[in-house]
């Protein structure tokens, strides 16, 4: 399956929530609604800030919501969407620990009668074709693609470069194929010392990349694919004592990313937009269950963009 982007700002899904607050009002005054969000991990604010967000929603309206989390165990989380099969909620938000491991979950919730809407991290196209109401993420590939594009300004005779990746996220694959897309014309400039899987975590990554460093000293750059394993690079950056010397270029722009870009730590960041997928996600639920169960399309991507010095000092505390 063809992957079929949209493009949609800020403003944009604002508009969405204010058209369609009559619908919501209706889908909440059928009364005993309630809906269940099993994400992969709540030990990152990305993820935490989609169930606050869903959360916050579902109080306003007045929606019974209910939370579950996994921290990453794949038969956990097999085991969360089997109960939530059983127990009877109208809609689901699943971001999936392993994108081709719960088919048979999905199955169960599918059979239930159970609407799901997949977030953030897609799962396979043949699992979204035959359970999946709609995908709603951030452009992952236009966001690596952005911050690929940046590196070629800054570094326009090229340089040593190493990717931090997470290769059983399909989001993240996205994000890395986008990077060496924005390279273009200019890829042949950047010669990769290094690739490797730093897990999306700063733990993971901090080590792997200190060992990049001490073997390729004149590096010039990292590309990591998120905020986590940036800051991580960015510590083992701080500890050669090369901070400003060796970029750090992340995809995220969490609070943390912020505040690394405004410490000079970070050379770019291109945006993640957990808030508007939940927003988005929420706004499509409320409007299945209206009876609106006509789906334009089956994947919804949602913009990236760079975030600038100025927005990142407005919006310090905040996803967006």
């Known amino acids: 399956m063809n992957k079929k982007f949209w493009t949609i700002s800020v403003s944009t899904c604002m508009a969405i929530g204010t058209i369609a607050g009559g619908q919501i009002a209706n889908a909440a005054e059928k009364s005993g609604l309630s809906f269940a969000f099993c994400t992969n991990t709540l030990n990152n604010t990305f993820q935490s800030s989609i169930d606050s967000k ?13 939370c579950l989390d996994p921290d990453y165990d794949l038969n956990k989380q097999l085991s969360q969407l089997s109960d939530v099969a059983n127990s009877g909620y109208d809609a689901v938000f699943i971001i999936p620990v392993d994108s081709a491991g719960i088919t048979a979950g999905l199955a169960e919730i599918t059979d239930a009668g159970i609407p799901i809407f997949n977030v953030d991290t897609a799962v396979i196209d043949e699992d ?28 326009p005779d090229g340089g040593d470069i190493a990717i931090l990746d997470f290769p059983s996220n399909e989001s993240c694959v996205d994000r890395v194929n986008g990077f060496l897309e924005g390279l273009g014309e200019s890829s042949d400039k950047f010669n990769i010392v290094a690739q490797q899987d730093g897990e999306a975590a700063l733990d993971a990554s901090l080590p792997l990349a200190e060992d990049i460093i001490i073997a390729n000293p004149d ?12 800051l ?8 050669a004592n090369k901070t400003g010397e060796i970029g750090v270029y ?18 770019a960041v291109a945006a993640q937009v957990p808030l508007q997928i939940a927003e988005y996600a929420f706004q499509e639920a409320i409007d299945y269950i209206d009876g609106n169960t006509e789906i334009d399309e089956k994947k919804v991507y949602l913009d990236s963009h760079l975030v600038t010095i100025e927005e990142a000092e407005k919006t310090i505390n905040d996803w967006q």
Do not use: H, R
């Open 250 to 267: 992340s995809i995220d722009a969490s609070p943390d990313g912020k505040q690394a870009l405004l410490d000079g730590e970070f050379t």
């Open 128 to 155: 979204i074709e035959n359970f999946v109401v709609e995908f709603v993420g951030t452009n992952a590939y236009m966001a690596g693609q952005l911050v690929g594009e940046q590196m070629v300004k800054d570094y």
């Open 232 to 239: 991580g690079a960015a510590a083992a950056i701080k500890a």
């Open 219 to 230: 590096i010039d750059a990292f590309f990591c694919i998120n905020d986590p394993s940036a």
């Open 54 to 66: 869903i959360k916050e929603l579902c109080e306003a309206k007045g929606i019974e919501y209910t």
